[in-house]
């Protein structure tokens, strides 16, 4: 099993009520497999810049080795978190496990960021509302199925059932970037290509999109605002929030650790009481993760919160319903509402 770089993420808000699911990321975009990207960001598979690499090929996954005689062309994930991957890597899914529909899905429980992706490429739903359907799986026919072992889309459980009838891997999404998991994806499926091309893509957006923005001159702190009676999040810079906003050459302000109530450490965000918001929130800025223009309201109309130097100069800003989870896809949205903020 390959050592990775713990860098945990978590659902929020929205995400939390629909999902509750654990996941990775750090932002990243995809280049046209052709080599650029088309206006909405995606890329079509026609062109694909996958290299199949030798085969039969041995890989390692979370529970194991696998070997797979032939490039898979018919994958199934029972992971909705890894989906967005393989679709930014442009891996032949055809179906795909799906959540709840909730306003961060379209309705039919695909993720809002990169379900029209999953429209035009025809994925399926695997089966609704994650409840593991063994016969649904049958019935996909899959050539590989993508398991995670972590978070609420977990099938785990089910791996030693699924692995006996298909070639599986396990993948561990909390525990590593989306752009390593893109990377252990590319090796699996003989993506390598693609996988190195969705990262190169998303940096080259990244550095654009830095290029467009006056970042405030006191930095800002990242906070998933919850509302009264629940703590709050406040990004730590080793998480991937923090990465990216600090890619776009913003500063990021942490919470004192002494503030913290979090039980177990991590490193993507700190909890706070709603009490002590205002002494976690540093620099002049505050973005809202999942965010929209009524959480903006709700936050600065908080009394708690009223000498905040963020609301006494209007200096709040949303991120977006997708921006619970750090993906190919909806960093690029990510970084889109940071454009709108300061640009």
Not at 75 to 100: D, F, K, R, W
Not at 273 to 281: F, K
Not at 285 to 312: H, K, Q, R
Request: glycine content about 8%; some cysteine.
């Amino acid at each position: 099993m390959r050592a990775r770089p713990a860098r945990l993420f978590t659902t929020f808000a929205a995400a939390l009520a629909a999902v509750t699911l654990t996941a990775c990321s750090g932002g990243a975009s995809q280049s046209d497999q052709s080599g650029a990207a088309d206006e909405s960001g995606t890329t079509s598979q026609s062109g694909s810049a996958s290299d199949s690499g030798e085969w039969p090929r041995t890989i390692t996954h979370e529970k194991g080795e696998l070997e797979l005689d032939s490039q898979p062309e018919r994958i199934v994930s029972t992971s909705i978190s890894a989906t967005g991957t393989l679709l930014a890597i442009n891996a032949p899914v055809v179906a795909s496990a799906a959540t709840s529909p909730s306003d961060i899905t379209d309705d039919k429980g695909f993720f809002s960021q990169w379900a029209d992706v999953a429209d035009e490429r025809g994925v399926e739903v695997l089966y609704p509302n994650l409840e593991f359907d063994l016969e649904s799986l049958i019935a996909a026919d899959p050539d590989l199925v993508v398991v995670s072992t972590s978070g609420a889309d977990s099938t785990i459980d089910n791996y030693d059932q699924i692995a006996a009838q298909f070639p599986t891997i396990a993948v561990d999404y909390s525990m590593q970037t989306w752009q390593d998991l893109a990377q252990e994806l590319g090796e699996a499926t003989g993506h390598e290509a693609d996988a190195t091309a969705a990262v190169d893509d998303f940096d080259d957006y990244t550095s654009q999109a830095a290029a467009r923005i006056t970042a405030p001159a006191g930095g800002a702190s990242i906070v998933s605002f919850n509302g009264s009676g629940a703590d709050q999040g406040v990004a730590k810079k080793t998480g991937p929030h923090a990465q990216l906003l600090e890619s776009l050459g913003v500063e990021v302000h942490e919470a004192p650790e002494d503030l913290d109530t979090s039980e177990q450490a991590r490193s993507d965000f700190a909890f706070v009481t709603l009490e002590n918001l205002s002494r976690a929130i540093g620099g002049e800025s505050v973005f809202l993760l999942t965010g929209t223009d009524d959480t903006v309201n709700a936050f600065e109309s908080e009394p708690v919160l009223a000498n905040v130097p963020a609301v006494t100069s209007s200096q709040v800003y949303p991120l977006g319903p997708t921006s619970f989870r750090i993906d190919y896809y909806s960093g690029k949205q990510f970084v889109d509402a940071v454009v709108e903020a300061l640009g």
